[in-house]
């Protein structure tokens, strides 16, 4: 018995490497796809801006996987464009897409659109930071809000990336104390530092960076 709780245990840890391990690899990925980016005038006025996600319904071998897809920025809440939502913040009125993360676009392996539990991870982005030359500091202002540990809320965030752990939401759906609110396609988010996996509406196991 206690061979396999070692082995389990050891599946269990190097999956959490996986998920931090791509989590942070592509944070890092969309802040330096921002400050490379050079639209067609290459060399005048600063293009910089954040990629749209890609369409979360494909997988590696498809066509348009892991290519950036962005709707309007003045689309309605609901709207769905190759596979990207649009939600709305209700406060600043801005819009945030949300999908997969662009690998495609980004340059980067397709593996990196999955976690260590093969779930796809979700890539939202702040659509008034997609245009050209509207990443103009290290920390732009998004229309993404954030909760964190201890009643803490960012509410300005440029973009958010979710891994959604081995169970998704097992919770009570959209319950803004547990990880259903990371799949229900609006534009807040829950970003805890403790995991609590105990079968309620205050279930998480996700791992989320903005």
Do not use: W
Request: charged share 15%.
């Amino acid at each position: 018995m206690a061979f396999f709780a070692i082995l389990t245990y050891s599946k269990q840890k190097k999956r959490s490497d996986v998920i931090y391990e791509r989590v942070d690899n592509n944070t890092s990925l969309i802040s330096q796809f921002s400050s490379n980016f050079d639209g067609p005038d290459v060399g005048n006025a600063p293009d910089q801006r954040l990629p749209c996600p890609s369409n979360p319904n494909l997988y590696i071998g498809q066509a348009g996987f892991g290519v950036e897809q962005c709707p309007s920025i003045t689309a309605a809440a609901g709207t769905i464009f190759n596979g990207v939502e649009v939600a709305v913040n209700p406060v600043t009125g801005g819009r945030v897409f949300i999908g997969g993360f662009p690998s495609a676009t980004m340059g980067t392996k397709g593996d990196d659109t999955f976690d260590g539990y093969n779930q796809k991870i979700i890539y939202a982005v702040s659509a008034n930071l997609t245009a050209n030359g509207t990443v103009t500091s290290q920390n732009p202002a998004g229309d993404i809000v954030v909760n964190v540990d201890g009643g803490g809320v960012k509410n300005d965030a440029p973009f958010a990336i979710v891994s959604i752990g081995k169970n998704g939401d097992v919770g009570a759906g959209s319950a803004a104390t547990g990880d259903g609110e990371n799949l229900n396609n609006d534009h807040i988010f829950n970003a805890f530092a403790g995991h609590s996996t105990a079968i309620s509406n205050t279930y998480y196991d996700d791992e989320v960076a903005f």
